[in-house]
Each structure stands twice: as structure tokens, then as C-alpha cells.
């Protein structure tokens, strides 16, 4: 497995089952990773190893629904059972870490570098429209006292807007959602019908979903600088990454893990 360049806020780590992504600057404040291909997240064991990982006994994951529900994790406070009905985890408590699984959806890491609470963000475009990131900096406020400017993000794997054409209902959903015009633009690229094409062949629309959730953060608050894109298209890298545009039923699903500070 050759693995694919990374910015210099990101690094591979060699773990038990393969290859995991991490962010320098986010691992300065809490344990955390993004799993590859190599470890499928099929049987509990495969969990068991990324707890391992991250020094803690339990990983909290949820039955995503593509929205911006939210469910709180507290120190000293019984963990939820199950698998909730969410697409982000906030927590305080470095007993237990906090997950969400994607194959083309942003999975977003965030940590509070003044009181080490974190937050785990699954956003797929409806996740998005609906501003699950800017959902996580509230949370991370309202329940645990964290201030924007104090946040640092991790934007793991995700798929790219070379690789992720979309239809214009989705443009109607985010202005919909209330998001400006001048940012759907942003998000939403046009590419021109190619040289030769018949007459009848459209533009290609395509949405750059990470670049929605680095926007939406620095709208809430968050400080670029804070900010880090891992720059992986899951479309692209499917050696080491997994992408259900690409594989359908067949993709696995890659995590976004993070535990806060002890």
C-alpha cells in the first residue's frame, strides 16, 4: 500500500491493524485518528483495536442519520447505551473516546485547547446544509463552556468536488437551509460541457463539502489557522480509503475517533 501525500499538519502512524491518519496540531490536544481501508470496523475486535489505540476502553459511536442532532457525552455521567439516533458527539469524559464513521461524508474532529473538551462530526451534504459544524461549536459551548477561538479542527478523508457531481435540487436545499449565496457559490463549482460535446450536454455541477465545513466553522468562529484539511478525496485513494460514490454496497466506512484531554 503506497500511501497518498498529506499537508504538514497531517502524519501517517503505523497502528496494529495499518495505517492511521492524525492531525499534529489537533494531537497536541487530544488522542485521536482517522482509520484507512486496512481495518474494516466490521466486528467489535476491529473497535477494540482503536480503543487500544487511543488508551481507552470504550468507543461511542451513534446510528447516523444525516442531520445535526447531538448527544453529550459528560465526565462522571453514565454513557449513553447503544447507538443514538446523531451525527455529533460532544464529550469531556478521557474515559471513553467518541466516533463517527464515513465513505465520502466529512468526518470533523474538534478540540478545545483550553479545557480539552471534543466534539465528532459526521457531515454529508445534508449534514452539511443543515450545519452540523457550526452545530458542534455551539454544543461544544453551550455544554461545556469552549469558546471558538480556543477550537482546532481536523477535516479528515472526504470526497472531493473533482470526483463529487451533484444535482442543482442540492443547491436549492442548502439556500433553502439559509446559507448566503455568495457561499453556495463558493461550494458549488460549475464545470463547462468539454470541448466537442453535443449541443445538448449540460455543465457539471460538483460541491466541495470540505471546503463547506471550513467555511462554516470559520463562520462560527473557529480561526483558519485552527482549521486543517487532510486534502484526501476518498474517490481517489481507494487503496487506502473507501468511497461509496465509488464502491456502493461494497464500501466499508473509515472513522473519525477522538478522546478528550485527561
Known amino acids: 500500500m503506497t500511501l497518498p501525500p498529506i499537508p504538514d499538519a497531517f502524519r501517517w502512524t503505523d497502528e496494529s491493524w495499518g495505517p492511521a491518519l492524525r492531525c499534529v496540531p489537533l494531537g497536541a490536544i487530544a488522542s485521536h485518528l482517522f482509520t484507512t481501508r486496512r481495518l474494516q470496523l466490521s466486528v467489535v475486535t476491529d473497535w477494540w483495536r482503536v480503543a487500544d489505540a487511543l488508551g481507552v476502553r470504550r468507543i ?16 462522571g455521567v453514565s454513557t449513553p447505551r447503544g447507538k443514538p439516533e446523531a451525527d455529533i458527539l460532544v464529550s469531556d469524559d478521557p474515559e471513553v473516546a467518541i466516533a463517527v464513521r464515513a465513505a465520502d461524508c466529512v468526518p470533523l474532529l474538534l478540540a478545545d485547547s483550553r479545557n480539552g473538551a471534543v466534539a465528532a462530526v459526521h457531515a454529508g451534504w445534508r449534514g452539511t446544509a443543515a450545519g452540523a459544524a457550526t452545530t458542534a461549536v455551539d454544543a461544544l459551548g453551550r455544554e461545556f463552556g469552549s469558546r471558538p477561538e480556543d477550537l482546532v479542527a481536523a477535516i479528515g478523508p472526504s470526497i472531493c468536488s473533482a470526483c463529487y457531481e451533484v444535482g442543482s435540487e442540492l443547491v436549492d436545499a442548502f439556500a433553502a437551509a439559509g446559507h448566503a449565496r455568495h457561499l453556495i457559490a463558493r461550494w458549488f463549482v460549475t464545470t463547462p460541457p468539454r470541448r466537442g460535446a453535443v449541443e445538448s450536454e449540460r455543465p457539471v455541477l460538483r460541491l466541495d463539502v470540505a471546503a463547506a465545513n471550513r467555511d462554516q466553522l470559520m463562520l462560527a468562529g473557529v480561526a483558519e489557522t485552527n482549521i486543517h484539511m487532510s486534502g484526501l478525496c476518498t474517490a481517489m485513494h481507494l487503496d487506502v480509503l473507501t468511497s461509496f460514490r465509488k464502491e456502493k454496497d ?3 466506512r473509515l472513522a473519525g475517533v477522538i478522546r478528550a484531554r485527561p
Do not use: E, F, N, P
Request: glycine share 16%; no cysteine.
Open 60 to 75: 461511542l459511536t451513534l446510528t447516523q442519520i444525516h442531520g445535526r442532532g447531538v448527544v453529550v457525552v459528560r465526565r
Open 250 to 252: 461494497l464500501a466499508g
